[in-house]
């Protein structure tokens, strides 16, 4: 935490906790880490607040696999200097993020397969972890009290002004027509949810909306932006608790939507009193019809060519000896005929 000396009013300002894992100046990926809020209450003696703070590159957090994780405080009812802990220790599958997938150090054994331990290459920004970089941490466990923040304001129990955090990681999986009906395709989206109160709760509801001119939504022109209408048994569905990742499927028909044309998708999370969260980061579809199938064309049958050699070649033999036979024939014909032949002339005037 830093906070001024003067102390915090949550009301006017959230306040994010943050912790940094490291193994020397490397970042540590996949830690269980949770902050401990002993609130100014000595008196009653109550138990701390425990909140688990992410690496996960959604709101508060700004960078994914950096090995800071953070969360907003949330849950303090009444000002006084609050004390803070933190505590770390492996997680299923912690690593030591090494350096870059250029880097050339020796190759060393996973936990965790790559998929599973690499951020995904979209919308937020990641600390990117090849393969031969990681290191499993072992078990360890450390513990460390950070400090004391003056709170001089809390949220009003009876009124919630707090809206939920922002949607940073909203993403596009996979858009596929679908076979049986040929104007209809399906897209999923994924995204980690917020809280009611920022990070912490469950939103109420979510508005997804599209257009596509991005620049509606970067101005929030919302008189130009279409909104999508999520059913209500698919709303109850996404509704889950902040922090957890949410799948949607969505089917975008073309009597709304053009094939060949990106439309831009957002989202914003809505709580129970009607406060907005800012608009999430903007995603695109694009609808993609398969290409035609060419008819099948069977492969031609060489085979049959050398028979059409063969009868070729007997013809041609056949020809030959046809001709052979002829030639031979006439120039018999010519050696039988005599060498001096007179010629008889008659004289039509003498013989009168």
């Given at each position: 935490?830093?906070?001024?000396?003067?102390?915090?009013?949550?009301?006017?300002?959230?306040?994010?906790?943050?912790?940094?894992?490291?193994?020397?100046?490397?970042?540590?990926?996949g830690a269980d880490v949770r902050a401990l809020i002993t609130l100014p209450d000595a008196a009653n003696a109550t138990d701390p607040?425990?909140?688990?703070?992410?690496?996960?590159?959604?709101?508060?957090?700004?960078?994914?696999?950096?090995?800071?994780?953070?969360?907003?405080?949330t849950g303090v009812t009444i000002t006084g200097r609050i004390i803070v802990k933190a505590e770390v220790k492996q997680g299923n599958n912690s690593i030591i993020n090494k350096g870059s997938s250029t880097s050339?150090?020796?190759?060393?054994?996973?936990?965790?397969?790559?998929?599973?331990?690499?951020?995904?290459?979209?919308?937020?920004?990641?600390?990117?972890l090849g393969r031969i970089i990681g290191e499993p941490t072992g078990n360890f466990s450390r513990s460390e009290v950070t400090g004391s923040v003056k709170?001089?304001?809390?949220?009003?129990?009876?009124?919630?002004?707090?809206p939920p955090s922002k949607i940073r990681d909203l993403t596009v999986k996979n858009t596929e027509r679908d076979?049986?009906?040929?104007?209809?395709?399906?897209?999923?989206?994924?995204?980690?949810?917020?809280?009611?109160?920022?990070?912490?709760?469950?939103?109420?509801?979510?508005?997804?909306?599209?257009?596509?001119?991005?620049?509606?939504?970067?101005?929030?022109?919302?008189?130009?932006?279409?909104d999508y209408e999520i059913s209500s048994e698919i709303i109850d569905d996404i509704l889950q608790e902040a922090g957890t990742k949410v799948s949607l499927n969505i089917s975008l028909e073309l009597s709304t939507f053009l094939e060949g044309v990106p439309y831009f998708f957002a989202l914003i999370?809505?709580?129970?009193?009607?406060?907005?969260?800012?608009?999430?980061?903007?995603?695109?579809?694009?609808l993609n019809p398969p290409p035609t199938e060419q008819p099948m064309v069977a492969p031609y049958d060489w085979s049959w060519i050398w028979i059409y050699i063969l009868i070729g070649?007997?013809?041609?033999?056949v020809l030959g000896i046809i001709f052979g036979v002829w030639c031979r024939?006439?120039?018999?014909?010519?050696?039988?005929?005599?060498?001096?032949?007179?010629?008889?002339?008659?004289?039509?005037?003498q013989a009168e």
């Open positions: 935490t830093s906070a001024p000396p003067d102390g915090v009013d949550l009301n006017k300002h959230p306040m994010v906790i943050f912790a940094e894992v490291k193994q020397g100046t490397n970042p540590v990926m607040i425990e909140i688990k703070l992410l690496d996960s590159g959604s709101d508060p957090d700004t960078l994914q696999g950096d090995g800071i994780y953070s969360r907003y405080l050339k150090r020796k190759k060393r054994n996973l936990i965790a397969s790559e998929s599973e331990i690499s951020p995904d290459r979209c919308c937020g920004s990641f600390v990117p709170i001089t304001g809390v949220p009003d129990p009876g009124s919630d002004k707090i076979d049986a009906n040929i104007s209809v395709y399906y897209s999923t989206f994924e995204w980690t949810a917020p809280g009611d109160d920022l990070d912490s709760g469950i939103v109420n509801n979510y508005s997804l909306f599209f257009t596509d001119n991005i620049t509606n939504i970067y101005k929030e022109d919302f008189s130009l932006i279409r999370a809505e709580d129970e009193k009607g406060n907005k969260s800012p608009v999430s980061n903007i995603v695109w579809v694009i070649v007997g013809v041609l033999i024939h006439r120039s018999k014909k010519e050696d039988e005929l005599p060498l001096d032949t007179p010629s008889m002339w008659v004289d039509k005037t």
